[in-house]
């Protein structure tokens, strides 16, 4: 995996787009993370993947081999010895993870969960670490904190965008060496109507 490369691509011109009065989406919100991403260097460290252990300090293990394992040929076959469709429930994979995107071959699995980083997971409580939630199939947020733990003594998580980073900030209550803070809209049953103002 060495020899992958993650690249980083950002349009100026997004921020110029706007998607009507009352719409959740805001583009010129990109320019916000974009420049987070610039100041912290943040597009000169993408080197660093993932290995299965580096999941397993978070994620629970059958889901990761559920990961590994699934295909768009298996999934829904019922003449394999193991059947994967009994995993779509237990793991919450529906139409809006569908596992044919999972991959087409033995190593497609790392452009899904190319961000995530390692962590440790000594003390932090299993918080959805055995289902997709949100819009991945690894919390790469959660991954990306705890490696942050390892060397530095506090890490913060930012989540700047419509949705909050569900399950995430959950994940960190009881650590205070983190910190997390999200800028998201809520009310309304805004999926995933998670971390009220009160939080």
């Known amino acids: 995996m060495a020899n992958k490369s993650v690249s980083y691509s950002y349009n100026p011109d997004v921020n110029n787009f706007h998607c009507g009065p009352g ?3 805001k583009p010129h919100r990109l320019s916000v993370t974009h420049s987070l991403v610039m100041n912290d260097d ?8 993932p290995s299965v252990q580096d999941m397993l300090r978070f994620h629970s293990a059958g889901y990761i081999e559920f990961l590994q394992e699934a295909t768009p040929k298996n999934i829904y076959c019922s003449c394999k010895i193991v059947s994967y469709t009994k995993y779509l429930s237990d793991f919450s994979i529906r139409k809006d993870f569908p596992a044919f995107l999972m991959k087409e071959h033995k190593s497609s699995v790392t452009i899904i969960i190319k961000f995530a980083l390692s962590g440790q997971v000594v003390y932090v409580m299993q918080k959805k670490n055995f289902e997709v939630s949100g819009f991945g199939y690894v919390n790469n947020s959660v991954i990306n904190v705890l490696k942050l733990l390892k060397y530095h003594f506090r890490g913060h998580y930012k989540n700047i965008e419509v949705h909050d980073g569900d399950g995430t900030q959950e994940v960190f209550y009881l650590i205070e060496r983190a910190m997390t803070v999200s800028f998201h809209k809520y009310g309304n049953y805004f999926f995933p109507d998670t971390v009220n103002k009160k939080s």
């Open 42 to 49: 943040l597009h000169m460290k993408m080197k660093t993947y």
């Open 23 to 25: 719409h959740s989406m």
